[in-house]
């Protein structure tokens, strides 16, 4: 199959409809968790209006700036690699050809990004699955109940990483064989 992509001078069709469908999935996610952000900023506010202005505190108020904070890193990461905002030692990288850059993006996505995200979900279920179990809260009181829900993010965002780092390698393995991709922002 790679063969034959070198002779067109587009990436396959099925490659970009791929990469398409799964940077719009993350696309949505991305955006959806960015009013996440705003949320967060007002519950924040209120809560330290009402701690320094009213010597009044919730825990539960407390707690849902935890949880919110956690789904914004966690659903947004996917978003994140699309957008190619991930921390990298760029002071090589950046200075390297384009097609040198895509090696190191395959390789990357290959031997880190997929198994890191499998041990992730595949250590995480027992977990998630233990806390839905027994329907697991806060253990403060006034907490948040329902932390299980939470914890059943953690598998299901690192999911829509491992299909970004999917889209990610399509698009690379494109740009090493010198084929163009419909992604004006692959490498």
Partial sequence: MLPAMTQSKHCPKTFNTIIEC???VNEFVGK??????FLLVIFVTIDVIMRYGFNISFVALEELHWHLYALIFLLGAGYTLKQNGHVRVDVIYQRLPRRARALINVLGTLFFLFPGCYLVIKTSIPFVKASWMM???SPDPGGLPARYLLKAVIPISFAFLALQGVSML???ICVLFGLDTKRKDEV
Avoid at 32 to 37: D, E, P, Y
């Fill in 170 to 172: 399509l698009t690379n």
């Fill in 135 to 137: 329907h697991e809260g």
């Fill in 32 to 37: 959806a968790v960015s009013w996440l952000t």
């Fill in 22 to 24: 799964i940077d719009s």
